[in-house]
């Protein structure tokens, strides 16, 4: 399974001000472009706090657009989605997954979710590798993540990230913002991941910069 990490950041790579806001830190034409993208894909991933706090849909939403929606994925350990919840309730219409460390909840299951047990590591989290595996068993091939600063840093803390769509707004939020990417446990900067440059696009005021592995 190929990994694509998207990220949607200030100049100084943050994601939210430190009061959780950040709607819309890029523009338009950078949202459409992530539209596009998860077109592209066969599932889209976040993790729970980001669930929780944005109720998002996941969803390719463009004007015209007819063809297949990714399915949805969402790391929930402790399965604390809830059936009112948008993923939920249109689980019977898009493929939705929960990644879960646990027996499946029966109420999840009853609206259509299929959830999926991985063992688990550290504080009851996912084993990153085992979910890649067990989404692959599902015969999805293509994974488009777009969690929390958390999940961002998992990933690439595993060395399961083949390329990053990074969009970038010209603003600053500062230290306090909450950052892009979590802990990664570099202690030099041989052991920090390394990405080449392979395209870069003007996307209105923002940047859109492509990476690959390597």
């Known amino acids: 399974m190929s990994v694509t990490l998207k990220l949607a950041t200030s100049l100084d790579g943050r994601i939210a001000t430190a009061a959780g806001e950040s709607r819309w830190i890029t523009g338009a034409q950078s949202r459409e472009q992530v539209h596009r993208?998860?077109?592209?894909?066969?599932?889209?991933?976040?993790?729970?706090?980001?669930?929780?706090?944005?109720?998002?849909?996941?969803?390719?939403?463009?004007?015209?657009?007819?063809?297949?929606?990714?399915?949805?994925?969402v790391l929930d350990s402790r399965q604390r989605l809830t059936p009112d919840c948008k993923l939920v309730k249109t689980?019977?219409?898009?493929?939705?997954?929960?990644?879960?460390?646990?027996?499946?909840?029966?109420?999840?299951?009853?609206?259509?979710?299929?959830?999926?047990?991985?063992?688990?590591?550290?504080?009851?989290?996912?084993?990153?590798?085992?979910?890649?595996?067990?989404?692959?068993?599902?015969?999805?091939s293509d994974l488009f993540v777009e969690g929390g600063g958390q999940v961002a840093g998992s990933f690439l803390r595993c060395g399961l990230v083949d390329t990053i769509e990074w969009f970038r707004a010209p603003i600053l939020i500062g230290g306090e913002g909450r950052p892009a990417v979590g802990a990664l446990a570099v202690a030099a900067l041989a052991e920090a991941p390394h990405f080449r440059r392979v395209e870069v696009t003007a996307l209105g005021d923002d940047l859109w910069e492509r990476y690959a592995r390597g």
Not at 39 to 68: C, F, K, Q, S, W
Not at 105 to 134: F, H, I, N, Q
């Open 37 to 73: 993208l998860r077109a592209a894909h066969d599932a889209v991933l976040v993790g729970i706090e980001t669930a929780l706090a944005d109720d998002p849909e996941l969803t390719v939403r463009l004007p015209g657009y007819n063809g297949r929606q990714p399915a949805r994925v």
């Open 91 to 140: 689980a019977r219409d898009v493929p939705t997954y929960v990644i879960a460390t646990e027996d499946p909840s029966p109420a999840l299951l009853a609206a259509g979710v299929k959830v999926l047990a991985v063992r688990a590591v550290g504080e009851d989290r996912p084993e990153l590798k085992t979910v890649v595996k067990a989404l692959a068993a599902e015969g999805l």
